[in-house]
Each structure stands twice: as structure tokens, then as C-alpha cells.
Nanobody
Framework: VHLKESGGGSVQAGGALQLSCAVSGYTYKRNCLGWFRHRQSAGMARVWVAIIEGDGTVDYTDSVKGRFTASKDIGDRTLYLNMNDLKPEDTAMYYC???????????????????WGQGTQVTVSS
């Protein structure tokens, strides 16, 4: 299994970016896919941003609701994170994550996801 993010960069506050995550190496139909971020300045662990459930519904952490949109293609081969109205506090390394062949709901805890990309940096200046 291989996940690879792309699309990070530097923008000014109020700007937008789209992240993509290419997923390969599996054939399961029902999967949990997620976006997480790690803000080094805050000394925090990775925290969840958006989780795409096996049935396609999406859960968002409160701080990004109304600004970020997570989606995936039909075959779960590519994840997207459209980020609008970016704020300096959105500055972080963003990661996509996956857990395949799930039978129930998805967790938003990073330890629940066994497969990760290498991350892509998003920097928002004020």
C-alpha cells in the first residue's frame, strides 16, 4: 500500500489550496480515508482534519467546517482536500491516511490508521 500527498504550498490568509493523495496497492471496497495535520509550532501530535467514512460521508473537525471539503474518487484511488479561506493557524504538515477493508465506522484517532503518506507542507501567512 502506498499513499502520496501533493499540492501543498504557501499562500496568504484567505487563500485556497487543493491537496491530493494518490492511493495504490490495495483492492478493498470499503475503506476509511482521512486527512490529518501536524502543527510543529504548537508541539502537538497529528490531529484529524477530515474523515471519509466507508459509505462516503465526511466528518470534519470543528475548526475547518465550512472552509475545507474532503472528497475521493469512485475507486478510492485519490483523496482530495479543498481548503478555502485559509488561516495562519492552518499552517501544518498535512497527511493522508487509510484503513482498508473496514466493516464498521471509522475512528478519527491517528493510531487507528495503519497506512500514511509522507506529508505535504501548507504554510499560510498573515
Amino acid at each position: 500500500v502506498h499513499l502520496k500527498e501533493s499540492g501543498g504550498g504557501s499562500v496568504q490568509a484567505g487563500g485556497a489550496l487543493q491537496l491530493s493523495c494518490a492511493v495504490s496497492g490495495y483492492t478493498y471496497k470499503r475503506n476509511c480515508l482521512g486527512w490529518f495535520r501536524h502543527r510543529q509550532s504548537a508541539g502537538m501530535a497529528r490531529v484529524w482534519v477530515a474523515i471519509i467514512e466507508g459509505d462516503g460521508t465526511v466528518d470534519y473537525t470543528d475548526s475547518v467546517k465550512g472552509r475545507f471539503t474532503a472528497s475521493k474518487d469512485i475507486g478510492d484511488r485519490t483523496l482530495y482536500l479543498n481548503m478555502n479561506d485559509l488561516k495562519p493557524e492552518d499552517t501544518a504538515m498535512y497527511y493522508c491516511a487509510a484503513r482498508f477493508d473496514v466493516t464498521g465506522g471509522c475512528s478519527n484517532h491517528p493510531l487507528w490508521f495503519p497506512s500514511w503518506g509522507q506529508g505535504t507542507q501548507v504554510t499560510v501567512s498573515s
